[in-house]
């Protein structure tokens, strides 16, 4: 099965990008199908970077490939993240993970993307990048994706009794609980979340679902 290899170019990215440029980007592309094809199901060329579109099983294999090849060296890992893809919900691919990998030998950055399930669960990759550890704990924490291997798998932004994960679109806008300070006792309180229902709207319509 033949692997498709996609140019996206804006009026203004076309004139900028060199010819040089075009042709790292696709002999990069051609490289990475004759050593990772079994990982990859397709390749997007867009603003001067490649877009590694691979199954969430190789996350790991890919990760430690890109690292060191000496062709390529991505010795540097950027950031990673998570959209939450709500409206594709009926499809059950509802998570799209995005890893951003720095190539200072290339001047290059790789980003490996690719779809999740519900329920499904990402595989760590401190063991070939220390900087994964607290990004990784940033997704549980905001996300609630599982992180499969992880060494220290805790919350990092918010409270171990915070519930729920706040950058799902699904979480409530106004959260579950509402933290005051009490004159009285001297402490900070937390409490369930009052809201005084006489002078609200409520839509229950999606407010992510897409117009078509």
């Not at 950027?78 to 190539?103: G, P, Q």
Request: charged letters at 25%; proline letters at 2%; one cysteine or more.
């Amino acid at each position: 099965m033949l692997l498709n290899i996609f140019h996206v170019y804006r009026k203004k990215l076309k004139l900028n990008l060199s010819l040089l440029s075009f042709y790292v980007l696709q002999n990069l592309s051609y490289f990475f199908i004759l050593n990772m094809r079994k990982c990859i199901n397709f390749i997007l060329i867009k603003n001067n970077c490649i877009n590694l579109f691979i199954k969430k099983d190789y996350i790991f294999d890919v990760c430690f490939f890109l690292k060191n090849s000496m062709f390529i060296f991505c010795n540097q890992l950027l950031d990673i993240t998570l959209v939450d893809r709500i409206e594709f919900v009926k499809t059950n691919f509802r998570w799209e993970f995005i890893y951003v990998l720095l190539s200072t030998f290339l001047n290059k950055r790789i980003f490996v993307r690719g779809f999740l399930k519900n329920f499904n669960f990402l595989v760590s990759i401190v063991k070939i990048f220390n900087s994964a550890n607290w990004l990784e704990r940033e997704i549980w924490d905001m996300f609630g994706i599982y992180i499969k291997d992880h060494p220290d798998l805790r919350r990092i932004l918010t409270d171990y009794s915070f519930l729920g994960s706040p950058l799902r679109k699904d979480f409530p806008l106004n959260g579950y609980v509402e933290v005051r300070y009490d004159e009285n006792l001297k402490i900070v309180v937390v409490e369930p979340l009052t809201l005084m229902q006489e002078l609200r709207e409520f839509r229950l319509e999606n407010v992510w679902k897409s117009s078509n």
